[in-house]
């Protein structure tokens, strides 16, 4: 079996994902190749061809895939897949857009937010926002799925020696084009890499109590900051805080949930952390259900004075 591996990176870094789809692209037992596309991508090439246990890397560069748009990037992956018999990206926003469509491109049915490799074509994935998990079968010619990175661990880097191929300048397909963007930039860690997260929920009140309480204690812990949906639907935060089943998925060793109630939504992005503290005023707020430490409190009174404390 030939397996393609979806690269996820930015700024001429790979980002750990990625070693996450290649540790659960090795279990489907065949050869792994990583496809890295977009800007900066022979410096992201360079990191996936130390990656142990991958044997090629493939590079795509051009204005067409230069911002990795969907509607250009799928029907050159799809064109590659004519040489391989899966596909695997992780579960994240862009494959989430990009997979589908390669998956229509080669008449297959894909698989989505798998969390466990038991075999060539039977997998686990959860079900009901996380409350149960099912186990499927594909009988499709070939795979296409996207992998939840924090179930997987990281493929070992800095021993491996893969080869690396350019594959030739995409076509654009004149379907979209890149206008803009506008992105945050943190000196704090990468919120789905973190060992430690601090989120806050709409219980703060305000984004001014979010960088009053939440951002120094985080800063104090070396950890990244987070978002409840109803925190960042309130306009406290900006949507890529956001942890959820519609946000980003964590498995720190550490999440502390400051005012946050632990609704489904939220519950299914962070409860394989190793270690869950609630801090809530509320005792029978649904978090403490999955905390392994909880602190009934006013947030306003506790979190200034666990920070002073750190």
Do not use: C, W
Request: glycine share 10%; hydrophobic share 45%.
């Amino acid at each position: 079996m030939n397996i393609l591996v979806l690269a996820d990176h930015g700024g001429g870094t790979l980002r750990d994902a990625t070693l996450s789809a290649v540790t659960a692209a090795s279990k489907l037992g065949g050869e792994v190749h990583v496809l890295v596309a977009g800007a900066d991508a022979p410096a992201a090439a360079a990191q996936a061809a130390a990656i142990e246990g991958v044997a090629k890397v493939l590079v795509a560069e051009g204005d067409a895939v230069a911002h990795q748009l969907a509607e250009n990037l799928a029907p050159l992956v799809a064109k590659l897949m004519t040489g391989y018999d899966a596909l695997l990206a992780p579960s994240n926003t862009g494959a989430k857009n990009v997979l589908p469509r390669v998956a229509a491109l080669l008449d297959v049915a894909m698989l989505s937010d798998v969390t466990a490799v038991l075999g060539s074509n039977r997998f686990e994935r959860p079900i009901y926002a996380g409350n149960a998990i099912a186990t499927v079968e594909t009988s499709e010619p070939k795979l296409v799925m996207t992998v939840r990175g924090t179930s997987f661990a990281k493929a070992a880097t800095g021993s491996g020696g893969a080869p690396v191929e350019p594959v030739g300048t995409a076509e654009g397909s004149g379907l979209s084009q890149f206008v803009g963007s506008e992105l945050t930039h943190s000196e704090r860690p990468e919120l789905t890499s973190a060992k430690i997260v601090v989120s806050g929920g709409r219980a703060l009140g305000s984004s001014n109590a979010f960088h009053q309480l939440i951002e120094p204690l985080a800063d104090k812990l070396g950890a990244a900051v987070g978002a409840s949906r109803a925190a960042v639907d309130a306009g406290y935060m900006p949507n890529d805080y956001q942890v959820g089943q519609t946000g980003k998925i964590v498995a720190p060793e550490v999440y502390f949930a400051v005012g946050i109630s632990g609704a489904i939504q939220h519950l299914a992005g962070m409860k394989d952390s190793k270690t869950i503290v609630a801090i809530n005023k509320d005792a029978d707020a649904p978090i403490f259900q999955v905390a392994d430490v909880g602190l009934v409190g006013d947030l306003f009174q506790v979190v200034p004075e666990l920070t002073q404390k750190l």
